[in-house]
C-alpha cells in the first residue's frame, strides 16, 4: 500500500502525492529482540485542542532536528469539476505572504533557519511540511501555522502564481509518464474525481479567482479537518503550550463534508492505445481494489511485495531475469481513502508488447492457481521489518506515519496495528484477493507508444488474455555535524581503508564500498563502462548466480547496489543488524570475484541503450548531457555517465572485466559500516573476507584538467514540446577548491524559494515554474549554472533575466543577510543530510576515497561557517566570467 513515493523512483506516485514512504513500513514491535521497542507512536503524544485540531507530539533525541507537518484532510477528489486544480493552487498559494510576512518571506524564515518548507497535493490530502535544525523548532511552527492560517492569497500574486502553475503544467504535457498516468485515470473511473487531474486543466487554471479561493478555504481549512505533527529533538510540553498560542486566533470558517460520486463497479476490460513524440512504450496497467482502510488491503499488501518489490520478485524474474522483454517496471497499490487501483507499469520496446503483456498475465494467473509458498510469504513479512526500521531513521519518516494514519484512518495507533495485521496474512488469502480484483472485466490497460510505428496490440490482450482459469496441474513453485562523530578508521594490511561507526539506536547497518572510478576514469571509446560495470556487479559470482544474490537478499530484507558516477564506483547495501556478517560476505564475493556473465551483459546492454533512447522524451536529460559536453570538450565529464549508444553496442564482456579489474585494489577502496555492529569483532573478520585481495596492477591514471573556457560556447537540440528548458553555466569550482564553500553558499543563495532567482524570475515575474542554481563540485574542476524552463515565447526575457542575476552577484556579491541565511540553510540541510546510516556511509567513504578524509565533512561545516562577503566576492569573480560561459537549449 503506497502511502509516499520518492519521485526518483516510480514518477506515477509522485505525481499523485504518494512521495517518500510505504505503507508497509508502518510500526510494531518486530519480532527481533533488538526491535521490540521500534513502534513508531512509541513516545508519540497525542493531544485534541478546544478548537478542534489534532496535534501528534513525539520526542526523538537521536538528531539535532525537528520535522513538522500539517495535514489536510482535503484533496483534489474534494474539488467540483470546475474547481479541477484548486487545491493544488491553493498549495502554491499558501506561502504568498501573511499579514506579519510579505511574499518570500516565509520560505526565507525557513531557510535562514536551516530548514527547508514545502507541500504537496494529493486526491485525498494537503501536506505541509517543515524540516529544521531542532534549535528553530519554534520558528517552523510559527512559519507553517501563520501561513495555513493567515495567508493573504493578494490579487497580484494570484495572477502571478497561476502563471507559475501554467508552466507546471505545460511541464507535465512533455512527460510521458504523467501524460499516460492522466489517461489511465481517465480510464478507470468514469464518475468519481479521482479521474482529473490534480494539477487542474488550463481552463480551470486561468479561471480561478482570489473569491473562489476564500470559498474553497472556508470549507475545507477548519482545525477540525487538520492533523498537526511534531517528531524531533524538542521538549513536548512547550511545544504543545507554544502550538496552542499560534492556532489560538484560527480564522473562523463554516467547514464541509466531503460528497463524493460513488464509482460504478465496472463490467468490462477497457483499453486505451495512444501514439505520441515518445521514444519507448510506455504501459499501464490498473485493477480497481478496495478502499485503504478494507481488511483485504492487507493481503493486497503482502502480494504487492511478492509481484513487485526488487529482483527476487515474481515480475522480476519473469519480466527482467529470464527473458529481459522491459527495460524497467513498477508494482503497487494506491493507497486511497475510496477504492482505488492496482497498478503494473513498465517501459518497453514496441516489438515487447504482446509478450510483456503474456508473461504479465501468466505471473497473476500463477498467482491465482496456485497459493505462495510459506518461504515467500515469510519473506514478504521480512521485507516489511526491514522497511520499517529503515523508515525510523529520520523524523520525517516518523511524522509522515503518524500524519498519514491520523489523517486517513482517524487513528495514529492503526500504524501499531498494520504490520500485526499484515504478519497474520495467510497464503489462501493472497490467492483469494487476486482471484477477487485481479479478473479481466476488472483491468483497465493505457498504453502509450512512438508514433508511426506498429504497435503490434494482440486483440486478444483482452478478456481471454486476463482468464484466471486455472490449468489441471498448476504451474511449478516460486520457492525462490554529528554524522562522523564515533566514527574511526583503521587501514588493514592489504591497504583497504575500513570506516567504522557504531550506533545501536536500530537493528540495522548501512554498508559503502567505494573505489575511485566512474567516468572521470573511462578511457576514450569506452564512455559508459563504469555504469555498465557497476550494474553488473550483482548479477552473479564465482560462487553465486545472479538468482541466488537476489533471493538471498530478498530473504534477509536487505538490499545491495552497484554504483557509478563520476568519480567513483562501487557497492552500497542495508540489512538488518542480524544479518550483517553473511551481508559482508555477501558483498565481499561481489566485489572479489564477479564474473560479468555474457547472458547477463547482453541484458544490461538492452537495458542502457533504452535508456539511452528514453532521454528523448526527457528533455533535462538531453538538456544536462549536452551542457556537460558542451562545457568540457577536453576532460571526461564531457561524455554521459550512461556512455553513448555506439559505446554501450561494442561493449564485451572482456572489455568490461578488464577495466573493471584495473581499478578494484586494495589500496583503491574504501569500505564504510554504519550502524548496530561491533567494531572490535568487525575489523578482524573484514581483514579475513579481504586477505586474498590482489595489490594494483600499475595504479591509476593521471587525468589532465579541463583547459579554461575562453568564449561564449551555445548548444540547442530541437524537441518539439510545451516549454523550452535552459541552462547557462561556467567552469565552477571542484572539491578540493578553496572556493568550494564560497560557492556552496552562492549557490544556496540563489536557490530555493527564498532565492534571488525563485523571487526575481518566478514570483517577480512568472517567467518559469521551475528555476534554481545548481553547482557539481568534481576532481579537477567543477560546474555551476542556473536552470530555467519556460514557455518558449519567453526565452530571450528569460536569458536576460538570468544574466541580470548573475552579474550582480560578480559585482556586488551577497547581502551580510543573504549569506547568513544561506549559511544557516545550508549548515541545516547538511545536517539533515547525515541522518541515516546509509547516508552516513556514503559520505565518509567517498570523502575519504577523494583524498578530503573520512571526517572532511565536520571541516567543511567549520569552513562555511568561516565565510565572508569577500569570499563570496572572490570566488564570484572567478568562477562567473563574462562571456565565458555555456548557454545550452532544449526545446521547440
Not at 237 to 253: E, N
Not at 260 to 268: G, I, K, S
Not at 866 to 871: A, F, I, L
Amino acid at each position: 500500500m503506497k502511502v509516499f513515493k520518492k519521485p526518483s523512483t516510480r514518477r506515477k506516485y509522485a505525481w499523485f502525492g504518494l512521495a517518500l514512504l510505504s505503507a508497509l513500513i508502518l510500526s510494531l514491535s518486530l519480532r527481533t529482540a533488538k526491535t521490540h521497542a521500534a513502534s513508531v507512536t512509541d513516545g508519540a503524544h497525542r493531544y485534541r485542542l478546544d478548537n478542534g485540531l489534532t496535534v501528534i507530539l513525539k520526542q526523538d533525541e537521536s538528531a539535532p532536528v525537528a520535522a513538522i507537518q500539517l495535514w489536510v484532510k482535503t484533496g483534489s477528489a474534494n474539488e467540483t469539476e470546475k474547481e479541477a486544480g484548486l487545491t493544488h493552487l491553493i498549495e502554491h498559494m499558501i506561502f504568498k505572504g501573511t499579514p506579519s510576512r510579505k511574499t518570500g518571506e516565509i520560505a526565507r524564515a525557513i531557510e535562514s533557519a536551516g530548514g527547508h518548507i514545502n507541500a504537496y497535493t494529493s486526491f485525498d490530502r494537503t501536506v505541509y511540511y517543515v524540516e529544521i535544525p531542532a534549535s528553530r523548532f519554534a520558528t517552523g511552527l510559527d512559519v507553517l501555522l501563520d501561513a495555513v492560517q493567515h495567508s493573504l492569497f493578494d490579487p497580484l500574486e494570484l495572477a502571478r502564481e497561476k502563471e507559475v502553475v501554467l508552466e507546471e503544467y505545460r511541464r507535465s504535457l512533455d512527460i510521458p509518464q504523467r501524460q499516460l498516468n492522466w489517461d489511465v485515470m481517465d480510464l478507470c473511473y468514469d464518475r468519481h474525481p479521482y479521474q482529473r487531474p490534480i494539477i487542474g486543466y488550463e481552463k480551470t487554471i486561468r479561471s480561478f479567482t482570489r473569491e473562489d479561493i476564500l470559498h474553497y478555504m472556508d470549507k475545507w481549512y477548519t482545525p477540525d479537518n487538520m492533523v498537526l505533527v511534531g517528531v524531533g529533538d524538542f521538549d513536548p510540553q512547550q511545544a504543545l503550550h507554544t502550538i496552542k498560542g499560534l492556532v489560538s486566533d484560527f480564522p473562523d470558517r463554516t467547514g464541509a463534508s466531503p460528497s463524493r460520486p460513488e464509482e460504478p463497479p465496472q463490467t468490462a476490460l477497457r483499453k486505451r492505445v495512444k501514439q505520441d513524440r515518445v521514444q519507448q512504450v510506455y504501459m499501464d496497467l490498473c485493477w480497481h481494489i478496495p478502499a485503504l482502510t478494507h481488511p483485504d488491503m492487507y493481503a493486497l499488501d503482502v502480494l504487492e511485495i511478492i509481484l513487485g518489490h526488487g529482483k527476487s520478485s515474481r515480475l522480476y524474474k519473469a519480466l527482467k531475469m529470464k527473458a529481459n522483454l522491459v527495460h524497467d517496471f513498477g508494482a503497487g497499490a494506491y493507497a486511497l481513502a475510496d477504492p482505488g487501483l492496482f497498478s503494473i507499469e513498465a517501459t518497453l520496446s514496441p516489438d515487447m508488447l504482446n509478450r510483456s503483456l503474456e508473461a504479465l498475465a501468466q505471473e497473476i494467473r500463477k498467482l491465482a492457481c496456485k497459493p505462495v509458498s510459506q518461504a515467500e510469504l515469510e519473506k514478504a513479512k521480512t521485507i516489511v521489518e526491514a522497511d520499517f526500521v529503515f523508515g525510523m531513521e529520520d523524523m520525517s519518516g516518523q511524522a509522515r506515519t503518524l500524519g498519514f494514519f491520523q489523517t486517513m484512518t482517524g487513528d495514529m495507533n492503526h500504524a501499531d496495528l498494520y504490520l500485526e495485521r499484515l504478519q497474520e496474512v495467510t497464503a489462501p488469502e493472497v490467492r483469494r484477493v487476486v482471484r477477487t480484483y485481479f479478473r479481466p472485466d476488472n483491468l483497465s490497460i493505457g498504453i502509450l507508444g512512438p508514433k508511426g510505428e506498429a504497435l503490434p496490440l494482440n486483440k486478444d490482450a483482452s478478456t481471454k488474455l486476463f482468464e484466471l482459469s486455472c490449468p489441471r496441474k498448476s504451474a511449478a513453485s516460486h520457492d525462490e555535524a554529528s554524522a562522523v562523530k564515533n566514527a574511526e578508521m583503521v587501514t588493514l594490511p592489504t591497504g583497504i581503508r575500513l570506516i567504522i561507526k557504531e550506533d545501536h539506536d536500530l537493528p540495522a547497518v548501512s554498508i559503502t564500498g567505494a573505489f575511485l572510478g566512474g567516468t572521470r576514469l573511462e578511457r576514450p571509446g569506452d564512455w559508459g563502462i563504469s555504469n555498465f560495470a557497476a550494474r553488473m556487479l550483482t548479477r552473479g559470482t564465482s560462487q553465486r548466480s545472479f538468482a541466488d544474490i537476489a533471493s538471498t537478499v530478498g530473504s534477509w530484507g536487505g538490499q545491495v547496489n552497484g554504483f557509478s558516477g563520476r568519480n567513483s564506483l562501487g557497492v552500497s547495501a542495508r540489512f538488518l543488524s542480524k544479518d550483517l556478517y553473511a551481508a559482508l560476505a555477501l558483498l565481499a564475493d561481489v566485489v572479489q570475484n564477479s564474473t560479468f556473465p555474457d547472458p547477463e551483459i547482453a541484458k544490461v546492454k538492452a537495458d542502457i541503450l533504452a535508456g539511452i533512447r528514453a532521454k528523448k522524451d526527457r528533455p533535462m536529460a538531453l538538456l544536462f548531457d549536452l551542457f556537460y559536453k558542451t562545457l568540457y570538450p577536453h576532460f571526461p565529464y564531457g561524455h554521459p555517465i550512461s556512455g553513448t549508444p555506439e559505446t554501450i553496442q561494442d561493449m564485451t564482456r572482456d572489455r568490461v572485466m578488464d577495466w573493471y579489474r584495473q581499478l578494484v585494489f586494495p589500496s583503491n577502496f574504501v569500505l564504510a559500516v554504519v550502524g548496530d555492529v561491533d567494531a572490535e569483532s568487525l575489523i578482524p573478520y573484514v581483514e579475513t573476507l579481504f586477505s586474498d585481495f590482489p595489490a594494483s596492477p600499475g595504479g591509476l591514471p593521471d587525468i589532465p584538467a579541463e583547459p579554461p573556457l575562453m568564449e561564449v560556447r551555445e548548444g540547442h537540440i530541437r524537441r518539439p514540446g510545451a516549454q523550452t528548458h535552459l541552462v547557462w553555466g561556467y567552469l565552477g569550482a571542484g572539491l578540493k577548491s578553496s572556493e568550494n564553500a564560497a560557492m556552496a553558499l552562492i549557490k544556496t543563495a540563489l536557490s530555493g524559494q527564498s532565492g534571488r532567482l525563485f523571487i526575481q524570475l518566478r514570483d517577480e515575474q512568472s517567467l518559469a515554474y521551475a528555476v534554481t542554481a545548481f553547482r557539481r563540485p568534481g576532481l579537477g574542476t567543477g560546474a555551476f549554472g542556473v536552470y530555467l524552463a519556460c514557455d518558449p515565447a519567453k526565452l530571450n526575457e528569460a536569458k536576460t533575466g538570468i544574466s541580470e542575476q548573475l552579474e550582480a552577484v560578480r559585482q556586488k556579491g551577497l547581502t551580510r543577510e543573504e549569506l547568513d541565511e544561506a549559511r544557516t540553510y545550508l549548515l541545516g540541510n547538511l545536517a539533515i543530510g547525515q541522518q541515516t546510516n546509509a547516508s552516513q556511509a556514503m559520505q565518509m567513504a567517498l570523502d575519504e576515497l577523494y583524498g578530503l578524509g573520512y571526517t572532511h565533512r565536520q571541516r567543511y561545516r567549520e569552513e562555511i561557517q568561516s565565510v565572508t562577503p569577500e569570499d563570496i566576492q572572490a570566488a564570484a569573480q572567478k568562477i562567473i566570467l563574462p562571456e565565458k560561459h555555456v548557454i545550452v537549449t532544449v526545446g521547440p
